[in-house]
């Protein structure tokens, strides 16, 4: 079993900043990609940001020049850093990650529960 546990959510004024954090823990031999997805009401759920084993990223082109993702990866935790927010930016906030199982050496896709990020103008 797997788990992943965010945290860093809540309300942001338009042009203030966010750090959200999310935490794997479990029956883990390894993690690869993890990254931060987000979901408005009404609409897809989106890739912000993306972060590999071995820290590249890949980022949205909505958050690109305004987020950094990273990870430290003896805590198996991911980190969102946003900057010059906007009510766009609104939604909620998914943590991932392609945990390789310590019991079976498979590889699975996790999800977090998902942490509300909303920013008023």
């Known amino acids: 079993q797997v788990q992943l546990v965010e945290s860093g959510g809540g309300l942001v004024q338009a042009g203030g900043s966010l750090r959200l954090s999310c935490a794997a823990s479990g029956s883990i031999f390894s993690i690869n990609t993890m990254g931060w997805y987000r979901q408005a009401p009404g609409k897809q759920r989106e890739l912000v940001a993306a972060i590999t084993k071995n820290g590249s990223t890949n980022y949205a082109d909505s958050v690109k020049g305004r987020g950094t993702i990273a990870r430290d990866n003896a805590k198996n935790t991911v980190y969102l850093h946003m900057n010059g927010l906007n009510p766009e930016d609104t939604a909620s906030y998914y943590c991932?990650?392609?945990?390789?199982?310590?019991?079976?050496?498979?590889?699975?896709?996790?999800w977090g529960q998902g942490t509300q990020v909303t920013v008023s103008s």
């Open positions: 991932t990650a392609q945990v390789v199982h310590s019991l079976t050496l498979d590889q699975y896709n996790y």
